[in-house]
């Protein structure tokens, strides 16, 4: 989401706990949904007839529409209000989820999950709210619980759709959710005032819009079919490559727009691009986990590494990790009060890496999923905290809603990922070893929060050098 100007505080806000209860309460709503349908996959795929690929896709199709719509509802959120522009995107919300609840096909449901990921604007229309109508410690406190929401429903979610898809039915997920979105908009409509008026009425980014969509959809279908075209057919090279010189076309284009739909000039402040890489490996590495961990405890032990677990049990599984990430987005000021900011996003990466690797070294054991998972969780409720932290006091003050816009999207690319990435490798499995392409997902997720420590070390050396 870009910005033509900063956000001025508007102190006289008189109910400014309910403002930030409010606006925490959309951004949950929309991190259930994100995670909801993942402990129901495979049933919602047996349902509905759908392969495992395309079940893979009711997943990251809300994903990577989120990541393509996210720019453009918070583009226009400055142009015509953010408050405005957030009851408008919850009530969409509402309506896709109730479809969703009756889809008759995977089609249907697919279609209803792009709708859904309107929901993704939530998150940066929130802080921008926020930044305008609270200041001070209030400021400083609901962005913590803004940014912790995203963290705790993921985490929450996975325990929650296990429980409702085996009481009741995949349906209800929806069903339920969409009370909850209801909820959240009254919330909205009743205790977030309205904000003032854009200080510049702005043309739509319609090259930048297109742009953005085509170049993340190339991209992401070519991971996310490489496995079954074949990584070197011509589909998915051209898909690939084409998405590539579509993203190159998309920042030298927007770097000539005053008003641009992704405001890519942010990456110009170098701590900026070292919080956007760490961002992909906080959306990457637990979404690795949300999508390979129900398979592998719902399987039949029959297939030499499934757990058997019933969908109740499997989501019971999850619950210490949905615990761990709230309460590592809680410990997270307590770090950076007493050894900073670079050092918490060090400890978030590290935190990761060591539950990615239990998880690769013992895939099978049902025991250690539960505790890796669970260190996994407290890193990764770090990381998410962390970051959105990391991108508003870094960026410039004139330059802060740009800045959340962008690692929105790129945090979403991450998830996004994820799917397609776990799908390919999960096809490579043979009979000799078929704990394999488990194993190899997890040590992918290890990777990349390596990565994720190497980054947060870079911001760690830029403090002390004063950068």
């Known amino acids: 989401m870009s910005s033509t100007r900063p956000l001025e505080p508007r102190s006289t806000t008189r109910r400014p706990g ?14 259930l949904m994100q995670t909801l349908v993942v402990p129901a996959l495979p049933t919602i795929g047996h349902d509905l007839g759908a392969s495992s690929q395309g079940t893979g896709w009711i997943l990251t199709a809300f994903l990577l529409a989120g990541a393509v719509l996210a720019p453009v509802v918070g583009n226009l959120g400055d142009r015509v209000g953010h408050r405005r522009v957030l009851l408008g995107t919850v009530i969409v919300f509402v309506a896709a989820t109730l479809l969703a609840a009756a889809a008759p096909s995977l089609a249907v449901l697919l279609g209803a999950r792009v709708l859904q990921s ?5 998150f940066p229309l929130a802080l921008a709210l926020a930044r305008q109508m609270l200041d001070g410690r209030r400021l400083a406190a609901a962005f913590g619980w803004i940014a912790g929401m995203i963290g705790l429903g ?54 930048g819009i297109v742009l953005l969509a085509g170049g993340l959809v190339g991209v992401l279908l070519a991971v996310s079919q490489g496995g079954s075209w074949g990584w070197t057919s011509a589909r998915t090279v051209a898909l690939g490559l084409g998405g590539v010189l579509l993203l ?27 919080v956007s890489l760490l961002t992909v490996a906080v959306g990457f590495v637990p979404y690795v986990c949300y999508v390979a961990l129900p398979i592998l405890t719902q399987a039949p032990e029959s ?40 050092v918490a996003a060090v400890l978030a990466a590290g935190v990761m890496a060591v539950g990615s690797v239990g998880l690769a070294l013992w895939p099978t054991s049902p025991w250690a999923i539960v505790v890796a998972f669970g260190v996994l969780g ?17 960026s410039p003050p004139e330059e802060t809603g740009a800045a959340t816009g962008l690692n929105s999207v790129v945090r979403t690319v991450g998830s996004a990922a994820a799917a397609p990435v776990v799908a390919a490798l999960l096809a490579t499995g043979t009979v000799a070893d078929p704990a394999g392409p488990f194993t190899a997902a997890f040590w992918v997720a290890a990777a990349a929060s390596v990565v994720g420590v190497v980054v947060a070390a870079g911001l760690v050396l830029r403090n002390r050098r004063g950068a």
């Open 248 to 274: 190159v076309a998309l920042v030298l284009v927007e770097l000539r727009k005053a008003a641009p739909v992704v405001d890519v000039r942010t990456f110009r402040h170098g701590p900026i691009v070292l």
């Open 118 to 122: 309107v929901s993704t604007a939530t």
């Open 18 to 31: 309910l403002v930030t209860l409010a606006l925490s309460a959309v951004v949950l709503s929309f991190s």
């Open 154 to 207: 993921a985490g929450a979610a996975l325990v929650l759709g296990g429980l409702i898809v085996e009481a009741l039915s995949w349906r209800w997920i929806f069903v339920l959710a969409a009370v909850l979105i209801a909820v959240a908009a009254a919330m909205i409509a009743a205790w977030v005032p309205t904000d003032a008026a854009p200080a510049v009425v702005r043309r739509t980014d319609w090259p």
């Open 303 to 342: 297939t030499g590494y499934g757990q058997g677990m019933s969908v109740t049990v499997s989501a019971l599984a999850m619950l210490p990790s949905a615990v761990l990430v709230f309460l590592g987005g809680r410990f997270t000021p307590l770090v950076v009060a007493r050894a900073g900011a670079g």
């Open 378 to 394: 407290l890193g990764n409720g770090i990381g998410y905290a962390i970051c959105a932290q990391l991108v508003v006091t870094l």
